[in-house]
């Protein structure tokens, strides 16, 4: 099945925990969705009157949709418990942390999104990951 990871999520931010959501979808996004044409670059989540919205999430016009296609770039909303989503009100209101989606997949036959509580990584963070992985990489070729 579809598995559409953020990679840029992971060199730009600390992930310090992960909520799975549910997702409010039309007809014609699913059917892009399974299709694979799903961009997560440059997303993330917002709450809004106690709602949980994903911004910026780009899913392709299906071909075949005519005037039922939708719109590339609208909010969608997130499905979550009002105590999870209020709980992650008060962690960003308080600490200044960031929503971030991490990966969109299926799980039983229902699309659901892993969204990240995320701390920005300064410039000396993300050198330390590149010198990590490559050092694993060293590693792993070596053996």
């Known amino acids: 099945m579809v598995e559409v990871k953020n990679k840029k999520a992971y060199f730009d931010y600390f992930i310090e925990e992960e909520y ?3 997702i409010v979808l039309k007809g014609t996004e699913i059917k892009s969705i399974r299709k694979g044409s799903v961009d997560l670059k440059d997303t993330f989540a917002r709450i809004k009157n106690g709602e949980m919205y994903v911004i910026n999430m780009y899913i392709a016009k299906y071909d075949e949709g005519n005037r039922f296609n939708h719109d590339e770039r609208r909010e969608r909303k997130l499905l979550l418990h009002k105590k999870e989503i209020n709980k992650l009100f008060d962690i960003v209101k308080q600490t200044g942390k960031t929503l971030v989606p991490l990966k969109l997949y299926f799980k039983d036959d229902k ?10 990584k300064k410039l000396y963070d993300k050198r330390e990951s590149i010198k990590e992985r490559d050092l694993a990489r060293e590693k792993r070729d070596f053996y």
Do not use: D, F, P, S
Request: glycine share 24%; aromatic share 0%.
């Open 20 to 22: 799975e959501c549910g």
């Open 111 to 120: 699309v659901k999104i892993l969204v990240g509580v995320c701390t920005g």
